[in-house]
């Protein structure tokens, strides 16, 4: 048994990749520690919302978070917010919107529909109150350009995946979002990510896998699960000098506390 406490925040559990063994893979997500797990239903375009929201409904453990992915930002028209709104509006297991956000490394979209589909979510964000998940590469000074001009301190939410600079973990602390840290932070040529991952507040503070992509070390260039956030997590315990069950413990609060998680 593990001696870790921990909540994968964000995870793609509707991806193909994992359907065949979905079931193994939930039990040793749970015996890694993971006692709950956000997916995200914008993996792929608009229909990864109610395949999200599905796998959330049937699992008492799973929650979601509804949106458009940057690179599907193209594909973000009035109608398709409005129906990713719909589905997210009183629902008790959709704890977040997004992920939504600015990715100008791959520009699947255009920069402008990037740009107005992430002004409109932070908007549902605001009036469903609810925090947001923002995806963010290679467009730092946007992103916090829009969170800022659009309010996006009254809804919070999370920098997933952080990848960035200092800078950027600088900005989006003062918004008052939470840095989410995933396998990258185990690659040993992310040494501005480690100074983040020390620097970071420790009530600020949260970890993912962003599965099945970026597996951390040992696993890299593998298939990622949920399981494996137990290893992004004794990474930046180890970085800290921190008991890594202290540590689990602290990202698991602070990930109950902003997404308004039960405790199991
Ligand atoms: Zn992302
Ligand atoms: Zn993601």
Known sequence: MTDLTLIDSHAHLDFKSFQPDLGDILERARAAGVEQIVTIGASDGFESNPRALALAEAHPHIFAALGIHPHDASVASEEVIAAVRALALDHPKVVAIGETGL????????????????????????????????????????????????????????????????????????????????????????????????????????????????????HRGKRNEPAYVAHTLRFIAALRGMDPADLSRITTANTRRLLKLPTP
Not at 119 to 124: K, L, M, P, S
Not at 129 to 152: C, F, M, N, Q, Y
Not at 199 to 204: A, C, G, I, Q
């Open 103 to 218: 990715d100008y490394h791959y520009n699947n979209s255009t920069p402008e529909a990037q740009r107005a589909a992430f002004r409109r979510f932070i908007q549902v964000a605001l009036e469903l109150d609810k925090p947001l998940v923002v995806h963010t590469r290679e467009a730092e000074r946007d992103t916090i350009d829009i969170l800022t001009s659009e309010g996006g301190r009254g809804c919070g939410g999370i920098i997933h995946c952080f990848s960035g600079t200092a800078w950027m973990a600088e900005q989006a602390l003062a918004l008052g979002f939470y840095i989410s840290f995933s396998g990258i932070v185990t690659f040993k040529t992310a040494v501005e990510i480690h100074e983040v991952a020390r620097s970071t507040p420790l009530d600020r503070l949260l970890v993912e896998t962003d599965a099945p992509f970026l597996a951390p070390i040992p």
